[in-house]
């Protein structure tokens, strides 16, 4: 009877263990860390290198912060939106050229609309030239330890050259949420209001996972659909990072069974991000996911994941409806009373690399995020 009683206890307890730690079965990388102590929970395959899609705008928003940190300019400084900048395909504001708003607003509209129009009017006002500010982009990578990871756009529209670690980009978290944890709040923005448009963000944890406060998603073919996820409870600050997961579901559902998972330990055990060590001999080009994300099978099958509205439907229990309508912040044009940027004004003479691979025009839409 009790050898019986023992089983079936044990039986019981793997069987919770199983349903905590289960995740999604996906492709690409993954990290989970705490971002206090920089302490790793969970990783797989850390240190392979990955597009990194739009979540390249953390870095475009941290080299801004630290123009500002160097009285460069100000958070009213104004962004201008020059004609290249205009030319960027989407997603994108579509601001005419000679446009002005604030870097305040600016920010906003990166982390929430992920608009590449804008991320490119930000390195040339931030940097004096598009080339100028990813110069800057790869130099802070350098000074953070990103070692495996180089720009050649402030935006993540897709280049071959362009390239980062899950390791990496946990790295640059860090560093955006403990340098400067004054504008955490630009991360958890629920939805943007411009005009007439309420634009929400494409984060789907925001305002649906209990203590979810961040961060920036990224998609283009290459890379899938990439999230790094933020949550807070009990004054304890955990990131997931989720690259090349195959709809905006999957990478939601991933992240949160992450950092549902991430609550119930203490890590105290757990290797730092400096420690880590890849376990594995790492493949030293990208992964191209495209013909596997962006096939007409596969995106019949994300359709399969909208209701008759459109809307995603979660399966995660762990994900809840929002149900009332986002909180916007609005964001607009002008208010732009701010010193313009220090930085010296450059000809975009192109650097010694090829011009980013940008998708065909007509599949960018559905390309630039989400």
Same mark, same amino acid.
């Given at each position: 009877?009790?050898?019986?009683?023992?089983?079936?206890?044990?039986?019981?307890?793997?069987?919770?263990?199983?349903?905590?730690?289960?995740?999604?079965?996906?492709?690409?990388?993954?990290?989970?860390?705490?971002?206090?102590?920089?302490?790793?929970?969970?990783?797989?395959?850390?240190?392979?290198?990955?597009?990194?899609?739009?979540?390249?705008?953390?870095?475009?928003?941290?080299?801004?912060?630290?123009?500002?940190?160097?009285?460069?300019?100000?958070?009213?400084?104004?962004?201008?939106?020059?004609?290249?900048?205009?030319?960027?395909?989407?997603?994108?504001?579509?601001?005419?050229?000679?446009?002005?708003?604030?870097?305040?607003?600016?920010?906003?509209?990166?982390?929430?609309?992920?608009?590449?129009?804008?991320?490119?009017?930000?390195?040339?006002?931030?940097?004096?030239?598009?080339?100028?500010?990813?110069?800057?982009?790869?130099?802070?990578?350098?000074?953070?330890?990103?070692?495996?990871?180089?720009?050649?756009?402030?935006?993540?529209?897709?280049?071959?050259?362009?390239? *980062?670690?899950?390791?990496?980009? /946990?790295?640059?978290? =860090?560093?955006? #949420? $403990?340098?400067? !944890?004054?504008?955490? &709040?630009?991360?958890?923005?629920?939805?943007?209001?411009?005009?007439?448009?309420?634009?929400?963000?494409?984060?789907?944890?925001?305002?649906?996972?209990?203590?979810?406060?961040?961060?920036?998603?990224?998609?283009?073919?290459? *890379?899938?659909?990439?999230?790094? /996820?933020?949550?807070? =409870?009990?004054? #304890? $600050?955990?990131? !997931?990072?989720?690259? &090349?997961?195959?709809?905006?579901?999957?990478?939601?559902?991933?992240?949160?069974?992450?950092?549902?998972?991430?609550?119930?330990?203490?890590?105290?055990?757990?290797?730092?991000?400096?420690?880590?060590?890849?376990?594995?001999?790492?493949?030293?080009?990208?992964?191209?996911?495209?013909?596997?994300?962006?096939?007409?099978?596969?995106?019949?099958?994300?359709?399969?994941?909208?209701?008759?509205?459109?809307?995603?439907?979660?399966?995660?229990?762990?994900?809840?409806?929002?149900?009332?309508?986002?909180?916007?912040?609005?964001?607009?044009?002008?208010?732009?009373?701010?010193?313009?940027?220090?930085?010296?004004?450059?000809?975009?003479?192109?650097?010694?690399?090829?011009?980013?691979?940008?998708?065909?025009?007509?599949?960018?839409?559905?390309?630039?995020?989400?």
């Amino acid at each position: 009877m009790r050898i019986w009683l023992s089983c079936k206890i044990l039986t019981a307890i793997l069987a919770l263990a199983l349903t905590i730690t289960a995740l999604p079965a996906f492709a690409g990388p993954h990290i989970l860390f705490d971002v206090k102590s920089g302490k790793v929970l969970s990783e797989e395959d850390a240190f392979r290198r990955w597009y990194p899609a739009s979540i390249t705008k953390l870095m475009t928003a941290y080299v801004a912060f630290r123009a500002v940190q160097a009285g460069e300019m100000q958070l009213d400084s104004p962004v201008r939106v020059s004609k290249n900048a205009s030319q960027e395909p989407p997603s994108k504001m579509g601001y005419p050229p000679g446009s002005v708003l604030t870097l305040d607003n600016a920010i906003k509209i990166l982390m929430v609309k992920s608009a590449n129009d804008i991320a490119t009017a930000v390195a040339e006002s931030v940097g004096g030239s598009e080339n100028a500010f990813v110069g800057r982009m790869n130099a802070e990578a350098r000074r953070l330890g990103m070692t495996d990871t180089r720009f050649v756009n402030a935006h993540g529209l897709h280049s071959p050259q362009q390239y *980062s670690t899950a390791r990496d980009l /946990a790295l640059l978290v =860090r560093a955006l #949420r $403990t340098e400067f !944890a004054a504008y955490a &709040g630009y991360y958890s923005i629920e939805a943007l209001s411009a005009g007439d448009k309420t634009l929400p963000n494409y984060n789907m944890l925001v305002g649906r996972f209990p203590g979810a406060d961040g961060m920036k998603t990224g998609y283009i073919c290459a *890379s899938g659909f990439n999230l790094v /996820a933020t949550a807070t =409870r009990n004054g #304890r $600050t955990l990131a !997931a990072i989720v690259l &090349g997961a195959f709809s905006q579901v999957e990478r939601a559902e991933i992240a949160a069974s992450l950092l549902d998972k991430g609550f119930r330990q203490s890590g105290l055990a757990a290797p730092t991000l400096a420690s880590l060590k890849p376990t594995n001999p790492q493949r030293n080009t990208p992964t191209d996911l495209r013909p596997q994300v962006c096939s007409p099978e596969a995106v019949a099958k994300r359709n399969e994941q909208r209701d008759d509205e459109g809307r995603l439907i979660m399966t995660s229990d762990l994900i809840k409806p929002m149900e009332r309508e986002p909180h916007a912040v609005a964001v607009g044009l002008g208010g732009a009373t701010g010193p313009e940027s220090t930085a010296p004004r450059y000809a975009n003479v192109p650097i010694p690399t090829p011009r980013p691979d940008y998708p065909p025009r007509q599949q960018a839409v559905s390309a630039g995020d989400g």
